[in-house]
């Protein structure tokens, strides 16, 4: 094998071994990626805990407390929550279970603050299903509300008794106009930079539903 030969299947030798790398990098880096979404479903659990377990600090000192149905004026509500220094809001009966106990729903602020509608239960769709029938066999599910009803739907069947509180698996986004959220719509430019994010159409703030708080009907 001469000089040329020789340069030649080092060379293929070398492109071999690059090739090999890429694929030994290729596969690192997938790893990496899902050892990156495990972390984060774990952190997002370990946040989802903490915020559900709130549910056992809930009493009247720090709670405010409303009733929904179908004609109920939700912005007020939000409103005066959204800037109270209460730290829950509890809709009061809200479901009633198979056993005939009522349900009441446990609100809390989300850490999210502003969002858009699309996706997410609202106050408007919230308080359409006010008096539901809750059961782990037959159970209204409106696409809406499928994050809801899918935690509902883990109550257990069996004597549960008053007062008790039963965190949900993960909290439960929830969007409640508050006046701030009705005002102030339209941005500011300048040439073609924002100068002044204004309200959007539809815009909500993010709330939590963490839970329910058991209650004779």
């Known amino acids: 094998m001469n000089t040329k030969d ?4 080092k060379i293929a030798d070398l492109d071999k071994l690059i090739e090999n790398l890429r694929h030994q990098i290729d596969d690192a880096e997938k790893q990496q990626i899902e050892l990156y979404q495990q972390l984060n479903n774990i952190q997002r659990q370990e946040i989802a805990d903490s915020c559900v377990s709130c549910i056992y600090e809930v009493n009247t000192d720090n709670s405010m ?6 004609r109920t004026k939700t912005t ?3 409103d005066k929550f959204c800037y109270s220094k209460k730290k829950f809001l509890v809709f009061r009966k ?3 279970t198979s056993n005939w106990k009522s349900l009441s729903l446990v609100v809390m602020r989300s850490p999210y603050q502003v969002i858009k509608t699309k996706d997410i239960l609202t106050m408007t769709g919230l308080k359409k299903l006010s008096g539901a029938y809750i059961s782990s066999t037959y159970l209204r599910r409106p696409s809406f509300a ?3 009803f899918k935690e509902l739907s883990r109550i257990p069947e069996g004597k549960i ?3 008790a509180r039963i965190p949900f698996t993960m909290p439960c986004h929830l969007g409640g106009q508050t006046f701030m959220n009705q005002t102030g719509y339209g941005s ?7 100068v002044h994010e204004g309200t959007l ?3 909500v703030t993010d709330f939590q539903i963490i839970g329910v708080i058991v209650e004779e009907r």
């Open 6 to 9: 020789v340069i030649n299947q």
């Open 76 to 78: 007020p509500i939000m």
């Open 161 to 163: 008794k008053e007062g």
């Open 146 to 148: 499928a994050e809801l």
């Open 188 to 194: 500011e430019y300048e040439g073609d930079m924002l």
């Open 94 to 96: 809200f479901g009633i």
């Open 65 to 70: 407390y409303a009733f929904l149905d179908a």
């Open 201 to 203: 159409y539809g815009e």
